[in-house]
Nanobody
Framework: QLQLVESGGGLVQTGGSLRLSCTTSGFTFSDVAMGWFRQVEGKERELVAS????????SYEESVQGRFTITRDNNKNTVSLEMTDLEPGDTADYYC???????????????WGQGTLVTVSS
């Protein structure tokens, strides 16, 4: 059974940093792309970062480019999101997600974990 467990969220001031982690099980992690999404209440979930199966290709939503870094460890089946220079607009529930294929172009499965809340105070 596929499981995604996010952790690392919290309350931070503007300009601060957080590192989110996602522990996975129930599928062949190294064979698929992974992504981090975020959702603000009342809005659609948006993809903020993705990383392809071999880790050599990453992609970021424009507003987080240069501030967020996605990495993966194919030995530990984990994916992380390093977030720096956080802004109040980054406040959201963050979710990791497994891809349908090896790259982000195949889309994502939309099997969600419980998420982790990031709150950035001004």
């Amino acid at each position: 059974q596929l499981q995604l467990v996010e952790s690392g969220g919290g309350l931070v001031q503007t300009g601060g940093s957080l590192r989110l982690s996602c522990t996975t099980s129930g599928f062949t992690f190294s064979d698929v792309a992974m992504g981090w999404f975020r959702q603000v209440e009342g809005k659609e979930r948006e993809l903020v970062a993705s990383i392809d199966w071999k880790s050599f290709k990453t992609s970021y939503e424009e507003s987080v480019q240069g501030r967020f870094t996605i990495t993966r460890d194919n030995n530990k089946n984990t994916v992380s999101l390093e977030m720096t220079d956080l802004e109040p607009g980054d406040t959201a529930d963050y979710y990791c997600e497994t891809g349908k294929g090896r790259t982000r172009y195949a889309g994502f499965r939309e099997i969600w974990g419980q998420g982790t809340l990031v709150t950035v105070s001004s």
